[in-house]
């Protein structure tokens, strides 16, 4: 990692009206090839880009939807260190959103996704990426 860099990392938890919460699978780069989990779209924030703008773009970059913000939900942030110093920092910022309208289609970067109901994403729980679990509770959509 570079020194001293933070990521932004914006996006949103989508939902389609039908108790229903988008999840997607990224194509692999690298180390990424093992043990990939469903994420909720997320995309970096560009330089200049405001945040909300940053969520729009991306979600439509990857899913070909557009989405209305509703909610945000609390950000997070996580740290990896390793002994060389920092590995990782991601500050996360994400709304609650709901399709406006668009066909899922797959785009830059995104191998499979998914609509999972509420109710069912207990099921699922374990094959959610770690800052995903961290996100759906947040957005206290699971009750």
């Known amino acids: 990692m570079e020194k001293d860099r933070i990521v932004i990392i914006v996006g949103a938890v989508v939902e389609d009206g039908k108790d229903n919460i988008l999840l997607v699978k990224k194509i692999p780069e690298g180390d990424e090839c093992k043990d990939r989990k469903w994420t909720c779209p997320v995309r970096r924030l560009k330089v200049g880009e405001k945040i909300v703008d940053g969520i729009k773009r991306g979600i439509r970059e990857e899913t070909n939807l557009n989405i209305e913000l509703r909610t945000l939900i609390r950000p997070f942030e996580r740290i990896v260190r390793s002994a060389h110093g920092i ?57």
């Open 87 to 143: 590995k990782l920092h991601n500050v996360y910022v994400n709304y609650l959103a709901q399709v406006v309208n668009g066909e899922l289609i797959l785009k830059y970067g995104i191998e499979e996704a998914i609509w999972v109901n509420k109710c069912s994403i207990s099921g699922i729980w374990n094959e959610l990426d770690k800052d995903t679990r961290k996100l759906l509770t947040l957005s206290g959509l699971l009750g």
